[in-house]
């Protein structure tokens, strides 16, 4: 545990309570020391053949087994990259540059992370064809969806882990083996970003051949990422340059990112159990709470993690309890960070009436959150639901 609330802000000294934790996490210290480390005494470049840069590739070569262990791969499999959106757009384009006289047909969900949406907005442009799955009213697709939608000239499915905005967990093992018996040919790529170190990644097991993580979602900066590629999978990169990832992801590696991922790995693989166990402590007691101080709010969907919860405060438009619960120095969302204020298109795929999607927030907690947090987010709603539905 480690504690990052006590910041100050509007009003000084007042304790803040970030409840936005599938946004961003604030980073580990020790992830930050490492960072430090690799800046002031690992500074060299991997490449370059002397001392410095000997002590470099050692540290890149150690961070590489750390992240690939978090992600269930061998070294070899894991390639450093910029983030989620980079490892989602080299698996999407990739697979597409590669495959593309096998078929054009690709196979995603309603509730992707829109960079994987529109990824596949711009390969339609260009003659492909996507299905795009339809969730239930709990946020997960059904296998039967999957079934019809695969055919013969199926190149492509790629499917999130964990939903970012409801905290449903897809079935990516069955998914990956219809995939496999039906279209052997086709490659499973796994949006993983939401659900690293919130369920372990098993890619073997779940048939998976790419995946993608990102390190601003367990503690580390933001601008580094990981990318699993099966061994045997050989994809073209998005980017030319001098070699580096065995020219899979070229340019200089950014060391002090790539240390403070392996450092975050460190820190949550050691507490996985116990942080898990804490945050759905932390999840029921939300619950609890919201249920006697709002009867009339609900969940939007069936929260597989405990991690993310999406609530709704019919009467209350989710943009003006963000103000007022900002005021009161508690930080939540209305949904995905990414959508910027726009209507949810996963609570819109679910078929959730307008005034639900309008009045949704989404709590998302972390390791390091409290019950304080939770009464803090109770006392402020209630401040807000008193001035919204008078």
Known sequence: MYNILVRESGRKGETMHYLDNSATTPVLPEAAEAAVHAMREAFGNPSSQHRLGNRAAALLKESRACVAQAMGAQPGEVYFNSGGTEGINTAVFGVCRKNFRRGKHIITTAVEHSATLNSLKKLEGEGFSVTRLQPDADGHIPLGQLEEALREDTILLTCMLVNNEVGACMPVGEMGRLLKRRCPHALFHIDAVQGFFRVPLTPAKWGCDLMSVSGHKVGAPKGIGAFYMKKGVALPPLLYGGGQENGFRPGTEPMPNIAALAAACRVRA????????????????????????????????????????????????????????????????????????HESHVLRAMGLPKERIDSALRVSFAPHNTRADVDAFIAAARKGAAMLRR
Not at 313 to 333: A, D, I, N
């Open 270 to 341: 050691a507490a996985f159990a116990e942080d898990c166990e804490h945050v759905r402590g932390l999840c029921a007691y939300l619950k609890a709470q919201v249920a006697e101080a709002f009867p009339w709010a609900v969940q939007n969907g069936v929260n597989d993690v405990p991690h993310v919860v999406s609530l709704s405060f019919p009467g209350c438009k989710s943009e003006v309890m963000l103000r007022v619960l900002e005021q009161e120095e508690v930080y939540v969302s209305a949904g995905s960070a990414c959508a910027k204020g």
